[in-house]
Nanobody, 123 residues
């Protein structure tokens, strides 16, 4: 049974930091590109970051470059998203996803999805 379980979401003040985690099971984690997406209230789900199978390549949406860092630990079947200098407009449910498409910039590039973790950035 495939599972992606996100954790680490909570309320944080603007300018603060959070680290999200996503624990994977039920599929060969190290064979999959991993991505993070987010969906703000009333908006479509959008790409945040992705990381290659080995962790050697990463890709970010321009809005988070320099502030967010995606990483993975294949020994622990876990992908992380370190988020710094958070802004109120980044309040959203954050989802991790697993796929096989290099870079993985759009939702259709991903096969498996987690249930999401809520991040609230207060002003």
């Amino acid at each position: 049974q495939v599972q992606l379980v996100e954790s680490g979401g909570r309320m944080v003040q603007a300018g603060g930091s959070l680290r999200l985690s996503c624990a994977a099971s039920g599929f060969p984690f190290s064979h999959y590109v991993m991505g993070w997406f987010r969906q703000a209230p009333g908006k479509e789900r959008e790409f945040v970051a992705s990381i290659s199978q080995s962790g050697g390549q990463t890709y970010y949406d321009d809005s988070v470059k320099g502030r967010f860092t995606i990483s993975r630990d294949n020994a622990k079947n876990t992908v992380y998203l370190q988020m710094n200098s958070l802004e109120p407009e980044e309040t959203a449910v954050y989802y991790c996803a697993a796929g096989m498409i290099y870079y993985g910039l759009v939702q259709t590039d991903y096969k498996y999805w987690g249930q999401g973790t809520q991040v609230i950035v207060s002003s």
